[in-house]
Each structure stands twice: as C-alpha cells, then as structure tokens.
C-alpha cells in the first residue's frame, strides 16, 4: 500500500463549481502535509500547506483529519486556469521523507 | 534568483551506461531529495538528504547512488542505465520539512 494514495480522477467540473479531493496517508506519525498543483509536462508547485486548524487562500481550502488520516483540498469557484494535476504531500517515516501521492487530475470546461 | 537548477534537461543513454545528473540550489536550503515521475506513478522518492554528509534512501532507491559534499549540490548518479529508468526526473530542495519543496524543471531520461 502506498503511504500517501488520492483518487486519480479526472474530476470533469463546469467553470465555476466547487470540486473537493481527498487524500489519504498511512504514517500516523506524519507532521508536515501539502498540496502541490502540477501543469502537463512541467514541475510541481506548492499550492499551500496544510495546518491542523485548516487554513484558506483564497478560493482553495486545505483540511487535515489527523483521526482518520486524511487531508483535504476544496477549490470554490473554479476557473478554467485550475485545470492541472493536484498532488497531496504527507511527511514519511521520518520528517524529512516527504512522500507524493499520485495526483488527482481535475480538468475544469467552460 | 536561479533557484533549483537541473542538467541536462533531456538525455538519452544506452543500456549499461553510467551517468549523473546534477542538482544545484541557491537558497541555501538543508533538504534536498530527487524524484522519478512516471505516468500513473506521480512522484516516487528515490534519495534525499537533510544537509551536507547526510543521506538516506527513498522508495526507489535500486541503481541510483547519491552525494552530498556541499549544501549547494546533490547529484544523482546511474550505475549502470537500464530501460525501467526512463522517466523524469526531479529534484527539489526545501528550508526544512516544514516548508514545502521547490523544484527544478525536471531531467527527461530515457534509456534505449
């Protein structure tokens, strides 16, 4: 089993909707936790991290469930420049080890 | 500002032949750890290191070696290129693991 596994998708959403991805992570002891957003054929980007207490830029929304082991990302309001590959990030093992889901492609249509 | 700055951007090997790809950050960042990505697969860890000296190994680490001599640097060497290690490969660096990753633009590799 992967140490950190997301719905591959694609999430198909109409301009404007609201989309949320899940992302689950099996070391309990993970303390550090991010979304990156990637485009086709480029790097991955920090999106945002995400905090205990929830935390909000913007339109996105970024929720950790430490009991369950899950972190959220809620995008309102889409837009058509959303379209990309969004890839959620637990800490491994140890705090250095940051493991990669596989990414969740969300492709947003006019 | 160069960032993580990776070369070459594309490379094509043949079985069995050696080579290194080069990482170098100007941020003065402690961790740096390089990724393969293949299609379906995301990111898949193969090494890392918390500072100069200091290395551990990833998910993937089976034929990769890697060195950390210097802060700025963090090569990733192949021992001997073989067709399953086609893919891109990043490499990224952070101020601690607090803070997320920046990445350099990826090294396409493909081994024939």
């Known amino acids: 089993r992967k140490e950190v596994e997301q719905d591959p998708g694609p999430f198909n959403v109409p301009e404007g909707a609201t989309v949320a991805f899940n992302c689950t992570y099996s070391n309990s002891a993970s303390q550090s936790f991010f979304w990156y957003r990637q485009d086709c054929r480029k790097e991955p980007k920090l999106l945002m991290s995400?905090?205990?207490s929830g935390n909000e830029d913007g339109r996105f929304t970024a929720q950790l469930n430490r009991a369950s082991q899950y972190i959220s990302l809620l995008i309102r309001d889409s837009k058509l420049s959303d379209s990309a590959t969004y890839l959620c990030?637990?800490?491994?093992?140890?705090?250095?080890?940051?493991?990669f889901g596989s990414g969740t492609r969300l492709s947003i249509r006019p | 500002n160069a960032g993580v700055t990776q070369t070459p951007k594309f490379q094509v090997l043949k079985t069995g032949q050696s080579m290194t790809l080069q990482c170098a950050q100007d941020?003065?960042?402690?961790?740096m750890s390089w990724y393969r990505q293949d299609p379906g697969m995301g990111l898949r860890l193969i090494h890392y290191s918390v500072g100069a000296g200091i290395t551990d190994q990833g998910e993937v680490p089976n034929g990769y070696n890697v060195s950390r001599s210097t802060t700025e640097d963090f090569p990733l060497r192949l021992l001997s290129a073989a067709p399953s290690q086609t893919s891109v490969y990043f490499c990224a660096s952070s101020l601690s693991s607090n803070y997320g990753y920046t990445f350099g633009s990826g090294t396409r590799l493909t081994v024939v």
């Open positions: 990030v637990a800490g491994g093992s140890s705090a250095s080890k940051i493991i």
């Open positions: 941020m003065n960042h402690e961790y």
């Open positions: 995400v905090y205990s």
